[in-house]
């Protein structure tokens, strides 16, 4: 009765790591889906974690002067991830605690396509969509919308993966682990970003 229950245990187990796309070579071509919501998260986490949810690209809210990012929104748009922030700005010269200059408040845009890096989610071809009037705010936009968005968007699906194994042994009586992730190729469809990968897993 034991061992049934041991190989039941094991069976759910493979069910749910092939749901979740967990690669083996048992099957080729498995499909990890990411959501919309997933990636934007990802990137909320990563760059508008702090208590105000802001991203300052100069100064922080104890400066006089200052510009800061905050509310991403990601969305898909034909092959492209699109990612839309609100931008405020306070710019000009610190004088006794004040910003002596202009404030400025509007929205900036950059889109770029889904690109595998071995056993992450990438991104490439960051393309500036959108930006302000201010030539001395975009000096600060443009580096924030081409470099540090997509490299915050980047996901190790592999370590996610892994996490998700943890204490395998506890709830299975098996280890179950997984040893190598290889990114094909991915594909948005609808709200989900589609990524094709295989790999290997071992079980003991």
Known sequence: MQTSN????????VLVLLSLATAARLCN????????AA???????????????RYYLKGDSKSACWV???????SFAGD?????VKTHARLGTSLIGKCVGVGLSTSAEVSMVPDAEGESIGFRDARVERVSD????NFFLMPFLHNQI???????????????????????????R????????MLIQGEYLVVDVDGDMSIK
């Open 29 to 36: 071509g498995v499909e990890l889906r990411v959501s919309r």
């Open 134 to 137: 201010s030539k001395e705010l």
């Open 6 to 13: 041991r190989f039941q245990a094991l069976r759910y187990c």
């Open 150 to 176: 997509p490299s915050s968007m980047k996901v190790n699906a592999a370590d996610v993966l892994r996490k998700a194994l943890e204490g395998s042994t506890l709830t299975t009586g098996y280890t179950l």
């Open 80 to 84: 492209r991830v699109v990612v839309r």
């Open 178 to 185: 997984l040893d190598k992730l290889t990114i094909h190729s």
């Open 68 to 74: 800061y990012a905050e509310h991403p929104e990601l």
């Open 39 to 53: 990636l934007e998260r990802t990137l909320t986490q990563q760059l508008f974690s702090g208590r105000d949810g």
